[in-house]
């Protein structure tokens, strides 16, 4: 499997042949320029997770790639002049199973409404596997190889993260979700994830690193 950290909580995930990006957000740059995707997932409508300008001229370039959402973000994508499918059962896109996780995203605040929220874990034969939670802690993804984590959110505190990580204890986790903090902040909450969180997991930060390799163990 080959994982690019685009930006935020963007990722290209290139497994078993096929090209799969999931949450292009209006924070993350240049998303719209990929071409050859297999298929786009969105975990929920937040906007920077799901870019409502930049998303239609994605899919104009990727004609033959399927859209797959949550029922909100299919909702909105409709909206859009988009048919997407609403992701709530197991699927495949070529020999990649994909798995919904979860339903409802993450208590902001009382005064606001709750959403739905499903990530995603994609698995291939002979490829390591990667779970995306978009904006939810809570979901059991089963064993996996890698695992996509937030590292700042309004909705979640530092030892919410590393409470995550410790539960899912994977072999490999992977920052995301860190367009709110400054360089500063960063490492502070890398240092808390790779201190405070899994006691069997290795934290790979792949912000502007490219495609990067990540193997089974």
Same mark, same amino acid.
Request: with cysteine; charged share 20%; proline share 7%.
């Given at each position: 499997?080959?994982? $690019?950290?685009?930006?935020?909580?963007?990722?290209?995930?290139?497994?078993?042949?096929?090209?799969?990006? =999931?949450?292009?957000? @209006?924070? $993350?740059?240049? %998303? &719209?320029?990929?071409?050859?995707?297999?298929?786009?997932?969105?975990?929920?409508?937040?906007? #920077?997770?799901?870019?409502?300008?930049?998303?239609?001229?994605?899919?104009?370039?990727?004609?033959?790639?399927?859209?797959?959402?949550?029922?909100?973000?299919?909702?909105?994508?409709?909206?859009?002049? /988009?048919?997407?499918?609403?992701?709530?059962?197991? $699927?495949?896109? @070529?020999?990649?199973?994909?798995?919904?996780?979860?339903?409802?995203?993450?208590?902001?605040? &009382?005064?606001?409404?709750?959403?739905?929220?499903?990530? =995603? +874990?994609?698995?291939?034969?002979?490829?390591?596997?990667?779970?995306?939670?978009? #904006?939810?802690?809570?979901?059991?993804? @089963?064993? +996996?190889?890698? +695992?996509? %984590?937030?590292?700042?959110?309004?909705?979640?505190?530092?030892? #919410?993260?590393?409470? %995550?990580?410790?539960? /899912?204890?994977?072999?490999?986790?992977?920052?995301?979700?860190?367009?709110?903090?400054?360089?500063?902040?960063?490492?502070?909450?890398?240092?808390?994830?790779?201190?405070? @969180?899994?006691?069997?997991?290795?934290?790979?930060?792949?912000?502007?690193?490219?495609?990067?390799?990540?193997? $089974?163990?």
């Amino acid at each position: 499997m080959r994982l $690019t950290h685009l930006g935020h909580a963007c990722l290209l995930v290139e497994i078993a042949g096929e090209r799969i990006l =999931v949450d292009p957000g @209006g924070w $993350t740059p240049g %998303f &719209e320029q990929l071409r050859d995707l297999s298929a786009v997932v969105v975990t929920h409508q937040h906007a #920077d997770h799901l870019d409502q300008r930049r998303l239609p001229i994605l899919m104009g370039h990727n004609r033959s790639a399927r859209l797959l959402a949550d029922p909100g973000s299919a909702e909105v994508l409709s909206g859009l002049g /988009l048919d997407a499918e609403v992701r709530m059962e197991p $699927t495949k896109v @070529g020999p990649v199973s994909l798995l919904p996780v979860g339903e409802t995203h993450a208590l902001i605040h &009382e005064d606001i409404p709750r959403i739905p929220n499903v990530g =995603v +874990v994609l698995r291939a034969l002979g490829e390591a596997s990667i779970y995306h939670p978009g #904006d939810s802690l809570d979901g059991d993804p @089963g064993e +996996v190889d890698v +695992v996509a %984590f937030p590292l700042n959110a309004p909705w979640q505190a530092s030892r #919410d993260m590393a409470a %995550f990580l410790r539960r /899912l204890n994977p072999p490999v986790a992977v920052p995301i979700h860190d367009a709110l903090l400054s360089a500063e902040g960063r490492r502070l909450y890398l240092g808390q994830a790779d201190s405070l @969180g899994g006691t069997d997991t290795e934290i790979r930060d792949l912000a502007a690193r490219g495609a990067v390799e990540l193997a $089974t163990s």
